[in-house]
């Protein structure tokens, strides 16, 4: 054989590709990926607004939205209808996993309670949220707690099964450990079931918010004087279409604000999965 011959089982270094599977990019790719995946978007966006293949009015270049936004902050007083649906959906959604969590946890670690819960929330799961608007207003009227019930109906039950899901993944043999070393229900249940969730219960509480978001203009849009859905429908009549735009990604930069904390706090809340692979 000729010296010169590579080794034929001599191993080829790896090189680094764009697609791989179960790849790990570093913060500083994944963040420029990120960033430039967003002006690719913004600058389509804008070259459709501007090439007439479309009226302008009808659908603005991002620019047009951008001076829309800074028009309702400046003489609308948008922020404070901004606000007012962050409180709409912080608050709902506080009730929403209070509610859920512990049904989530209990049907999840007793088989007993799954048995009696499940069908119904499971049944619940299908059914629209915007069909119960009629029964609300005429149950509470046109004010607040028409929006909040809405907007917890979205969620709630969906958060139940998920919840449900996650206290179910939690390994067996964690369980079985701790029954053999003595410990009572009580005891696996906070000691064992609920730090083991945690991850899985943070993970769906954030996918769960963004979807509370999705209900926000629905829930604003009937006799609502304040609100990012309110200032959208009054946008319509006028048919500033800009400003109906600039709400969306106003919901867009909140829903992704959000994201970001749930994700900040699933870190602190669990160090330790920085060291899992």
């Known amino acids: 054989m000729n010296v010169s011959d590579p080794a034929p089982n001599r191993p080829v270094a790896d090189r680094p590709r764009w ?64 606000w007012a649906s962050f409180v709409r959906i912080m608050l709902s959604f506080a009730i929403a996993a209070a509610i859920a969590l512990p049904l989530g946890v209990l049907m999840g670690a007793f088989a007993s309670v799954g048995a009696a819960l499940n069908p ?8 629209p949220a915007t069909a119960f608007i009629p029964l609300f207003l005429m149950w509470l009227g046109a004010g607040e707690a028409q929006k909040l019930a ?23 043999e964690l369980i079985e450990t701790a029954r053999t ?14 730090p083991a969730s945690m ?54 930069v909140l829903g992704v604000a959000c994201d970001g904390a749930f994700r900040l706090l699933r870190r602190l809340a669990c160090p330790y999965l920085r060291y899992q692979r």
């Open 19 to 82: 697609f791989d599977f179960k790849q790990e990019l570093p913060s500083s790719t994944a963040l420029m990926l990120g960033v430039g995946g967003g002006l690719v978007f913004l600058l389509a966006w804008q070259w459709v607004g501007v090439s007439g293949q479309f009226p302008r009015q009808l659908f603005p270049p991002p620019t047009d939205v951008a001076a829309a936004l800074w028009r309702l902050l400046q003489e609308s007083n948008f922020a404070a209808d901004i």
């Open 120 to 127: 119904l929330i499971s049944a619940f799961r299908y059914l």
């Open 150 to 172: 809405l907007l917890i109906v979205g969620v709630v039950f969906f958060l139940i099964s998920l919840l449900m899901d996650n206290t179910l993944a939690v390994r067996t």
């Open 181 to 194: 070393l003595g410990a009572s229900r009580r005891q696996i249940l906070w000691k064992i079931v609920l």
């Open 199 to 252: 991850p899985a219960y943070l993970d769906t509480l954030r996918q769960m918010l963004a979807v509370g978001w999705t209900y926000l203009v629905v829930a604003e849009i009937v006799a609502t004087t304040d609100g990012i859905g309110a200032m959208m429908m009054r946008a319509k009549r006028f048919v500033h279409v800009d400003e109906i735009m600039a709400g969306i990604v106003v919901i867009g």
